[in-house]
T-cell receptor, first 114, second 114 residues
Framework: NAGVTQTPKFRVLKTGQSMTLLCAQD?????MYWYRQDPGMGLRLIHY???????AKGEVPDGYNVSRLKKQNFLLGLESAAPSQTSVYFC?????????????FGPGTRLTVT | KQEVTQIPAALSVPEGENLVLNCSFT??????LQWFRQDPGKGLTSLLL?????REQTSGRLNASLDKSSGRSTLYIAASQPGDSATYLC?????????????FGKGTKLSVIP
């Protein structure tokens, strides 16, 4: 049981390049999330999904797109990378029960845009 | 919009001391609250999840309390050890209509001195 995995672990992009970050979970969770973590800003939600084929915007969605074609995968895309998108990106998954939701996090992807 | 504040931002204690980390949040309509630990350069590890109907949750030397009506949670660490050095994050999970997200505080950076 691998939990939540993220690919790649590190990446350096030049301004204007595009890339896709992959998140995979093997816990059969309905909910998946993408966060970014910046010094002094804490973790902020970019986009999330409440099930296969659904996506929704979080707090900081601009410049990112997401897709959830399979239940176990949640992709985060940067179409035209900007230096402001230099950050550490975390994926998480959870299942919502009648009493709440416990989120499990991946190890993160460190992205630098030059 | 949910806002989460963690006090203090940083804390340094000698080994063996008991300590309390504080978390306050503005919207009491929550399902549950999670406490996480983050080591430098690593992902988030869930420490405790406390349901909105609970007052306390314990795991080993850790005890989390929740006072939903006043918007406060505390994490108590007993007999601190150098291995407890990390950043601790609290995150309430919103239960408002259409909301399915954690909101994170900026964390308390704990250093336990041998």
């Amino acid at each position: 049981n691998a939990g939540v995995t993220q690919t790649p672990k590190f990446r350096v992009l030049k301004t204007g390049q595009s890339m896709t970050l992959l998140c995979a979970q093997d816990m059969n969770h309905e909910y998946m999330y993408w966060y970014r973590q910046d010094p002094g800003m804490g973790l902020r939600l970019i986009h999330y999904s409440v099930g296969e084929g659904t996506t929704a915007k979080g707090e900081v969605p601009d410049g990112y797109n997401v897709s959830r074609l399979k239940k176990q995968n949640f992709l985060l895309g940067l179409e035209s990378a900007a230096p402001s998108q230099t950050s550490v990106y975390f994926c998480a998954s959870s299942v919502l029960t009648g009493t709440g939701s416990e989120q499990y996090f991946g190890p993160g992807t460190r992205l630098t845009v030059t | 919009k949910q806002e989460v504040t963690q006090i203090p931002a940083a804390l340094s204690v000698p080994e063996g001391e008991n300590l309390v980390l504080n978390c306050s949040f503005t919207d009491s309509a929550i399902y549950n609250l999670q406490w996480f630990r983050q080591d430098p350069g690593k992902g988030l590890t869930s420490l405790l999840l406390i349901q909105s109907s609970q007052r306390e949750q314990t795991s080993g030397r850790l005890n989390a309390s929740l006072d939903k009506s006043s918007g406060r949670s505390t994490l108590y660490i007993a007999a601190s050890q150098p291995g407890d050095s990390a950043t601790y994050l609290c995150a309430p999970f919103a239960s408002g209509a259409g909301s399915y997200q954690l909101t994170f505080g900026k964390g308390t950076k704990l250093s336990v001195i041998p």
